[in-house]
């Protein structure tokens, strides 16, 4: 498949992140996201889904400090080294997220979980879109068990005729939602993000889980 006229892969947001460090130019999506929104905090537990190749959870790494802590899941494997960040190269869809908590040391309820992830697209319009909708709702599913109340949750979405219904849905679990589209975002890219601010309620998961985690460290 041909790349669309004006395509141009190393553009100025590429080059800007080899020059800092990062391993990906859409480290500057989630900077911009989060200067607008104030949605890290020193000392914050993250959770980063389809975290590869690594920037958001660089960028989230520096912007927690010593104190915080990342987990990052991705299908595809993580090859940056962070001192306060955890990969696991896996399938969301097929891991018990419990019991990856208390192997790895994370007691939920998390600060903020955001994700990137997106499917392996087809060129089929329809199909990619529908795949990019079931990230985003297992993303959601996610945030709705193991984000405390007053979190904060960033997802992308590649916008279709669905995205009416997706923003119902993250709006009755976030006091506020905003549509984002970065200016890093390439301008032939229909995917935007949708970031839930302050969300409601109590985690469903997160209780159970620090229980368990409480448990070992006693049985330990």
Same mark, same amino acid.
């Given at each position: 498949?041909?790349?669309?006229?004006?395509?141009?892969?190393?553009?100025?947001?590429?080059?800007?992140?080899?020059?800092?460090?990062?391993?990906?130019?859409?480290?500057?999506?989630?900077?911009?996201?989060?200067?607008?929104?104030?949605?890290?905090?020193? *000392?914050?537990?993250?959770?980063?889904?389809?975290?590869?190749?690594?920037?958001?959870?660089?960028?989230?790494?520096?912007?927690?400090?010593?104190? *915080?802590?990342?987990?990052?899941?991705?299908?595809?494997?993580?090859?940056?080294?962070?001192?306060?960040?955890?990969?696991?190269?896996?399938?969301?869809?097929?891991?018990?997220?419990?019991?990856?908590?208390?192997?790895?040391?994370?007691?939920?309820?998390?600060?903020?979980?955001?994700?990137?992830?997106?499917?392996?697209?087809?060129?089929?319009?329809?199909?990619?879109?529908?795949?990019?909708?079931?990230?985003?709702?297992?993303?959601?599913?996610?945030?709705?068990?193991?984000?405390?109340? *007053?979190?904060?949750?960033?997802?992308?979405?590649?916008?279709?005729?669905?995205?009416?219904?997706?923003?119902?849905?993250?709006?009755?679990?976030?006091?506020?939602?905003?549509?984002?589209?970065?200016?890093?975002?390439?301008?032939?890219?229909?995917?935007?993000?949708?970031?839930?601010?302050?969300?409601?309620?109590?985690?469903?998961?997160?209780?159970?889980?620090?229980?368990?985690?409480?448990?070992?460290?006693?049985?330990?």
């Amino acid at each position: 498949m041909s790349r669309p006229r004006g395509f141009n892969p190393k553009d100025r947001f590429f080059h800007k992140a080899k020059d800092e460090n990062f391993a990906a130019r859409s480290v500057y999506k989630l900077q911009e996201i989060d200067q607008r929104f104030k949605i890290f905090k020193q *000392g914050a537990l993250v959770l980063d889904l389809g975290c590869s190749p690594g920037s958001w959870s660089q960028y989230a790494s520096q912007k927690i400090g010593d104190k *915080g802590r990342v987990l990052g899941v991705d299908l595809k494997a993580v090859t940056v080294s962070l001192e306060n960040a955890t990969f696991i190269e896996a399938d969301l869809r097929d891991l018990k997220l419990e019991d990856v908590f208390v192997s790895y040391g994370f007691i939920p309820p998390f600060d903020l979980v955001i994700s990137d992830m997106a499917p392996n697209t087809s060129g089929i319009k329809s199909a990619d879109q529908a795949r990019s909708l079931e990230l985003c709702e297992l993303s959601v599913d996610i945030a709705e068990r193991f984000l405390r109340p *007053g979190g904060h949750f960033v997802t992308k979405f590649f916008h279709s005729n669905d995205f009416e219904a997706l923003r119902k849905l993250v709006q009755t679990r976030f006091k506020k939602v905003e549509i984002v589209k970065p200016e890093a975002t390439r301008s032939i890219s229909k995917e935007i993000f949708f970031v839930g601010i302050s969300k409601l309620g109590a985690p469903a998961g997160a209780q159970k889980v620090a229980r368990q985690g409480t448990q070992q460290e006693d049985e330990s």
